[in-house]
């Protein structure tokens, strides 16, 4: 953190020859459990993790916007008057940010700054929300616009819906807002209510990196939705008041055999018990449970590679080999999948020797240079003010 904080400090005054005024700071996330079901109104667990995507920045008398990109080599120019035409890349996720805030009515000013972030790209650690989360948490900032994490969140999440094409639901963007030093976060997806959460006594998330690549615009995720939604609609003829997988339990579907194809209701499926695992996951751990959280988190990775169909052979290894190691409690792909990362929840004192015995074998077997580090729950954006 200090590593990075100092760094887009020193690129800044490097590039614009002078201090800023101002420093944000966006977390990644993992989830614990909880996984495709917040575009379906359902119930969700991340935590904010102590990676991030810093920026130093500089209101501007003017509606320019640059931002240089450390980690691209790159720089985004535009002007708030005219941001242009959707594109594709790293800056698309920073004009779609301008473009949400003033879609909602706020006065936006230009700025100048430096981004960097330690947040593995394509990892399932929504390295798009968190910087989608800083550029919100800058412009507010440069712009005199009260911070009120949900709504920005909404915003951030309309702008990777309808500017960069993804379809994704709000968790990202709201853990990466709401996040809380030392607990995770349940969302009711739907409502937007979170609580806080505590991990279980004398356990730690280990987060396993598989350095498969993954690439969720147009992908495989859209079509996930689109199923949901017409295993919804389907399931409206006998149930009206069914709005969302949300309000589907498993005695309703297992009663919708005949609405039902065998694709959809695979799909239903994992929804609807997952989010009946996220609420066992929450009193379990509120119990201090490690045990029954860690049988959760190891079913919900066999529904999400046998149902929903998103893990992938890197992940599924990596998960395989986590529950074979000691102080190694359970294990599941995190995020929507298709490569990326995993996590264990493991005992602190085995932590080390985990990690070696899970990479080695890995790298090993597949070829890639996947990584390992451990992480705990660390705040949502945050901003400094840096002179007064």
């Not at 917040?38 to 969700?44: E, L, Q, T």
């Not at 805030?101 to 968190?130: I, M, Y």
């Not at 298709?338 to 264990?344: K, P, S, T």
Request: hydrophobic share 40%; with cysteine; aromatic share 6%.
């Amino acid at each position: 953190m200090a590593s990075l904080r100092k760094r887009v400090l020193n690129e800044f005054k490097q590039y614009f020859g002078y201090v800023p005024d101002l420093l944000v700071r966006a977390p990644g996330r993992v989830n614990l459990i909880g996984e495709h079901t917040d575009y379906n109104d359902g119930f969700v667990l991340p935590m904010a993790i102590d990676r991030a995507v810093w920026i130093a920045l500089q209101p501007r008398q003017n509606a320019q916007v640059v931002l240089h990109s450390l980690d691209f080599r790159d720089c985004v120019r535009f002007s708030l008057e005219d941001i242009g035409e959707r594109d594709k890349g790293w800056g698309e996720y920073v004009r779609g940010v301008a473009w949400a805030l003033q879609q909602a009515g706020h006065r936006l000013r230009g700025w100048e700054g430096v981004v960097t972030g330690d947040v593995p790209r394509g990892s399932g650690l929504s390295s798009s929300a968190a910087l989608e989360l800083a550029v919100a948490r800058a412009f507010a900032a440069a712009s005199d616009i009260p911070w009120h994490p949900p709504e920005m969140a909404q915003l951030c999440q309309r702008a990777e819906n309808e500017w960069v094409g993804v379809h994704c639901g709000i968790m990202d963007q709201l853990i990466s807002a709401c996040g809380e030093r030392g607990r995770a976060l349940q969302i009711d997806c739907r409502s937007l209510r979170t609580e806080p959460v505590p991990l279980p006594t004398h356990t730690q998330i280990l987060v396993l990196y598989s350095a498969a690549p993954r690439n969720l615009a147009g992908s495989a995720y859209n079509q996930r939705r689109s199923t949901c939604e017409t295993a919804v609609r389907q399931l409206q003829q006998r149930w009206p008041a069914v709005t969302a997988l949300r309000d589907v339990s498993s005695t309703m579907l297992a009663q919708a055999a005949d609405l039902l194809s065998p694709l959809q209701m695979r799909r239903a499926r994992h929804v609807v018990s997952e989010n009946e695992r996220v609420l066992a996951a929450v009193a379990a751990m509120r119990a201090g449970d490690a045990q029954t959280l860690g049988r959760l988190m190891q079913a919900s990775h066999d529904s999400l590679r046998h149902d929903y169909e998103v893990s992938s052979r890197e992940l599924d290894l990596l998960v395989s080999l986590a529950m074979q190691t000691p102080g190694v409690y359970g294990a599941r792909l995190t995020g929507a999948g298709f490569g990326g990362c995993a996590i264990a929840l493991v005992q602190p004192e085995a932590a080390a020797a985990a990690r070696r015995a899970i990479i080695e074998p890995y790298r090993a077997q597949t070829g890639l240079r996947g990584s390992t580090f451990v992480t705990m729950p660390t705040a949502g954006a945050e901003v400094w003010r840096l002179r007064r």
